[in-house]
């Protein structure tokens, strides 16, 4: 399901003879959700599992790493999209793409298009950006787009076009 996993494994590479990989990117939960999807190509499960981890982020205030709301469906999601792109899993890429854009929020829209323009997501990035200029009042008074203005002005011309 992985070419770069593929490419490690048999390309004559480091991981071709210790058969390891580190990843030390990554959060265990997330890790555990992306290993059980490589092994079982289920969506649905893997579904059932960002659930339990949106549920335990919710009871132990854990934080993401992805800059967007901490505990949100959005910064699991922004998680493993990001980790399915470094790895080139991509029908969970896709999956988590489509996730996304069914769940972008005032608070996460300007990390969640960040991450798509970093992943190439194009389909993701065009919702972000229709749902910033349909609640342009909002979002231009966060912390968040005015970060965005001035880290990504390819992404604000995209705004503004």
């Not at 792109?85 to 300007?110: A, F, G, M, P």
Request: aromatic share 8%; glycine share 4%.
């Amino acid at each position: 399901r992985s070419e770069v996993f593929e490419r490690q494994f048999f390309g004559g590479l480091q991981e071709s003879v210790t058969k390891e990989v580190v990843m030390d990117d990554i959060e265990p939960k997330i890790f555990k959700c992306f290993l059980k999807f490589l092994y079982t190509d289920d969506l649905e499960l893997m579904q059932a599992m960002i659930k339990t981890c949106l549920d335990g982020n919710q009871s132990s205030g854990s934080t993401a790493s992805t800059g967007s709301v901490p505990g949100t469906m959005a910064s699991l999601l922004q998680d493993v999209l990001a980790i399915s792109h470094k790895y080139q899993v991509r029908r969970l890429l896709s999956w988590c793409e489509q996730q996304l854009c069914e769940h972008i929020t005032q608070e996460d829209v300007c990390s969640v298009l960040c991450q798509a323009h970093l992943c190439e997501a194009q389909q993701l990035e065009s919702a972000c950006l229709c749902y910033i200029k349909g609640h342009m009042s909002k979002i231009s008074s966060s912390k968040a787009f005015a970060r965005l203005t001035t880290e990504w002005p390819e992404l604000m011309l995209k705004i503004s076009l």
